[in-house]
Structures are given as C-alpha cells and as structure tokens.
C-alpha cells in the first residue's frame, strides 16, 4: 500500500510552504512578536487570495471543496513556519456552518470568506473535564446565551464567533456576532503573540438558526482535533531540525554535544514521538475524508500531539542550555507554540480516560474496523 501524499497533495503544500517562507524569517516572526498587531495581517491576506482558508470549504459556499487530507499537508508547512494566520479556525468554523448550519447563516460565511475579519472558532471548552461554561436557555422559538468563554483566539477583532454551550444537557455550537452591544470583551494576548479575549453574555438573543445541532459538535471537534495536530506536527518537527543544527555545531569538551550519547538519545526520542503522532494523525486524517467514525482516532491523537508537543519542547530547550531561554535567540518561539497548541488540546489524562471509556463501551471493536459502532453511519449521515 502507498502511504504517501498525491503528488497534487505535495505540490500544494509546498506553494503553501513557499508563501509561508516568504513572511516568516526570525527577523519578520521577531518583529510580529513586538508589534502589538493581532495576527500577521499581511501574510492573511495572501492566504485569503491563494485561497488556503477555503480549503475544506465545500465548493458551494466559496471553497475549494478539498479534504482533511490537504488541510493537514498546509498546516504541517504552517506550524514549519510558525506562521501566525487563522487558517483552521476560518474554515472548520465555515465548513460546520455549511454542514450543519442553516441558509440564514449564509452571510457569516460570506463574511469569514471575505477575509475581511477571522472567524473565532474557539472549542477549548470540549477539552475541560469541567466542561462548557456558556449556558443556552430557551425563549420562544430562540435562546438566551449567558456565561463566560474565556480566552477566545482572535475574540477582539472577529466579526463573528462559533462557541460551545450547554443546552439542555447537551453541548451545542452557537454562531454569535461580537458585534451586538450585549457582548462585553476582555483583550489581551496569548504566549505565542496571537490576540484573544474573554467573551462574557448576560442574556444574549439567539435565533435558532444562530444555534447547531448536537451533530454538528462532534464533528467540529474531530477537524479541530486533527488541525491541532497537524499545526503540532509541523512545529515539533521544525523545533527538532533546528535542534539536530545546534547540538551539531555546540561544542563543549572539545566535542559537540550532539556526539553525546544522552543528547543523542533524547533526539532519537523526539524523532520517535513524532513519528507516533504522525501514524495516528494520518490515520485520523484519513478516516475523517473517507466518512469513518473518528471519535477515538481523535482522542488518541489529541493525546500523543500533547505528549510530543511537551516531551520535544522541553527537550529542545535543555539542551540548548542558557540560550535557549535567550528571547533573541529563535528556539524559544517553538515552545510557546507548543505550549499554545496544547492548552487549545486540553489534558492528556482527561482524554485518555475518555478514550479508555470508550473502549469499554464499545468492546466489540476489530482490527479490521468493519464493528458497527467505529462506522459512525448516524454521525456522518447528518453531514
């Protein structure tokens, strides 16, 4: 079996790495991290016009109608690059809209297209063991939102964000506009230079189209799940590059330090752990294009892109010893990105006991995949 991308599939990650390249040398990432702006604007612009936000978009809304496949091959470059755009956000976001969403919805979409403002699309809540703290009630034939979802990605400057809520017993996604005056906004920034906010509502008017059926959660958070991933990957396997360049220039003892048996053994280690996550995401990846049950497929990657995100961070940065906490230097910008990425993942001990409860539900499954309840017909049937 051929296990390889399409050669089509390589070309557009590598235009998708050359545009990256283009706006994110140290000196353009250095001067973004001290320029106060929310998200490296120009290079936005440039996506928007390739056409990199649309890419799991279907056709009929604007997009480019591709799969999960090419989306994960352009964030693998992007996380290379630490490229700072609100690629996944944009168009998992737009593409539940379009899945789930009623026709009412069309002119979010539109807007998210536009590139005029992202779309928030912030599913941290789903990765709590505490769960959701936005709150849906009914009145009338539409809801009230009210609570507190904190730090938001891009929650300052979008138009419109796609938040999960609790609504009777059951977490659903709501469509709101950050522009209605009974949204309060908190600003402020994460680790890695990207613009957030908590958003807080007090009794917020919501139509019903503005709120998804409870399919559409599960859904949203796989394609999050993999993109997350993806942007792991790409970061860790850069981070680890970087790190082979520096232990096999360092010297120390009259050797370089990449000639030590424990330095080398911990890059053997991260190499390893990558590769891991690489198996897992792929398979995830490609049960999600072909309309297979990933519920744990998901889990089971979520896990491994947090271990290997923490595991070759705090690796890299040890062995680059004093420098590496040097904010002149460039290393130091990979840990934070892995650190963001694993806040937006959530625990590894919460999803392992997810996925162990699963398992135990679900006792039947086979190593073929042919078991009933890993062909997620109902689930996918609703897409």
């Given at each position: 079996m051929?296990?390889e991308?399409t050669e089509e599939q390589?070309?557009f990650?590598?235009?998708?790495?050359g545009l990256f390249?283009?706006?994110?040398?140290?000196d353009?990432?250095?001067?973004?991290?001290?320029?106060g702006?929310?998200?490296m604007q120009?290079?936005?612009?440039?996506?928007?016009?390739?056409?990199?936000?649309?890419?799991?978009?279907p056709?009929?809304?604007?997009?480019l109608?591709l799969?999960?496949?090419?989306?994960?091959?352009?964030?693998e470059?992007?996380g290379?690059a630490l490229?700072?755009?609100?690629?996944?956000?944009?168009q998992?976001?737009?593409?539940?809209?379009?899945?789930?969403?009623?026709?009412a919805l069309?002119?979010?979409?539109?807007?998210?297209?536009?590139?005029?403002?992202?779309?928030?699309?912030s599913?941290d809540?789903?990765?709590?063991?505490?769960?959701?703290?936005?709150?849906l009630t009914?009145?009338g034939?539409g809801?009230?939102?009210s609570?507190?979802?904190?730090?938001?990605?891009?929650?300052?400057?979008?138009?419109?964000?796609?938040?999960?809520?609790?609504a009777?017993?059951?977490?659903r996604?709501?469509v709101?506009d950050?522009?209605q005056s009974?949204?309060?906004?908190?600003e402020?920034?994460?680790?890695?230079h990207q613009?957030?906010a908590d958003l807080?509502?007090?009794g917020?008017?919501l139509?019903?189209?503005?709120?998804?059926?409870v399919?559409?959660?599960?859904?949203a958070?796989q394609y999050a799940?993999?993109?997350?991933?993806?942007?792991?990957?790409?970061?860790?396997?850069?981070?680890?590059r970087r790190?082979v360049?520096?232990?096999s220039e360092?010297?120390?003892?009259?050797?370089?330090?990449?000639?030590?048996q424990?330095?080398?053994g911990?890059m053997?280690?991260?190499?390893?752990?990558?590769e891991?996550l690489?198996?897992?995401?792929?398979q995830?990846?490609y049960?999600?294009?072909?309309?297979l049950?990933?519920a744990?497929?998901?889990?089971?990657t979520?896990?491994?892109?947090?271990?290997?995100?923490?595991?070759?961070?705090?690796?890299?940065?040890h062995?680059?010893?004093?420098?590496?906490?040097?904010?002149?230097?460039?290393i130091?910008?990979?840990?934070?990105?892995?650190?963001?990425?694993?806040?937006?993942l959530?625990?590894?001990?919460?999803?392992?006991a997810?996925l162990?409860?699963?398992?135990?539900?679900?006792?039947?499954?086979?190593?073929?995949?042919?078991a009933?309840?890993d062909?997620?017909?109902?689930h996918?049937a609703?897409?």
């Amino acid at each position: 079996m051929n296990f390889e991308l399409t050669e089509e599939q390589r070309a557009f990650a590598e235009m998708a790495s050359g545009l990256f390249a283009d706006y994110c040398s140290d000196d353009q990432l250095r001067a973004h991290d001290v320029s106060g702006a929310p998200f490296m604007q120009d290079l936005w612009q440039q996506c928007v016009a390739s056409g990199l936000h649309t890419v799991l978009v279907p056709e009929a809304n604007g997009g480019l109608g591709l799969g999960m496949t090419e989306l994960m091959a352009v964030l693998e470059q992007q996380g290379r690059a630490l490229a700072l755009v609100p690629l996944w956000e944009t168009q998992v976001g737009v593409a539940a809209l379009a899945h789930f969403g009623a026709a009412a919805l069309s002119p979010v979409m539109e807007h998210a297209l536009s590139g005029e403002a992202p779309l928030a699309l912030s599913l941290d809540a789903l990765a709590r063991p505490c769960g959701t703290t936005l709150q849906l009630t009914r009145a009338g034939e539409g809801w009230t939102l009210s609570g507190l979802a904190a730090a938001v990605p891009l929650g300052s400057v979008a138009r419109y964000a796609v938040l999960p809520a609790t609504a009777e017993g059951e977490t659903r996604l709501v469509v709101v506009d950050l522009s209605q005056s009974g949204v309060q906004k908190t600003e402020g920034f994460s680790q890695h230079h990207q613009v957030l906010a908590d958003l807080a509502f007090d009794g917020l008017s919501l139509s019903s189209a503005h709120v998804l059926p409870v399919a559409a959660t599960a859904w949203a958070e796989q394609y999050a799940i993999a993109s997350l991933a993806a942007l792991q990957m790409g970061v860790t396997a850069q981070q680890l590059r970087r790190t082979v360049d520096y232990v096999s220039e360092r010297q120390q003892f009259g050797r370089v330090i990449g000639s030590f048996q424990l330095v080398a053994g911990q890059m053997a280690d991260g190499y390893i752990a990558l590769e891991a996550l690489r198996t897992s995401l792929w398979q995830l990846v490609y049960r999600l294009d072909a309309g297979l049950g990933a519920a744990p497929q998901a889990w089971a990657t979520r896990t491994l892109a947090n271990d290997t995100g923490h595991r070759a961070g705090h690796m890299a940065q040890h062995v680059h010893g004093g420098i590496g906490v040097d904010l002149t230097y460039p290393i130091h910008r990979f840990m934070f990105w892995t650190r963001a990425l694993g806040a937006a993942l959530g625990g590894t001990e919460h999803h392992l006991a997810k996925l162990g409860d699963w398992l135990a539900n679900n006792d039947t499954l086979g190593w073929k995949y042919d078991a009933s309840e890993d062909l997620g017909a109902s689930h996918h049937a609703q897409v």
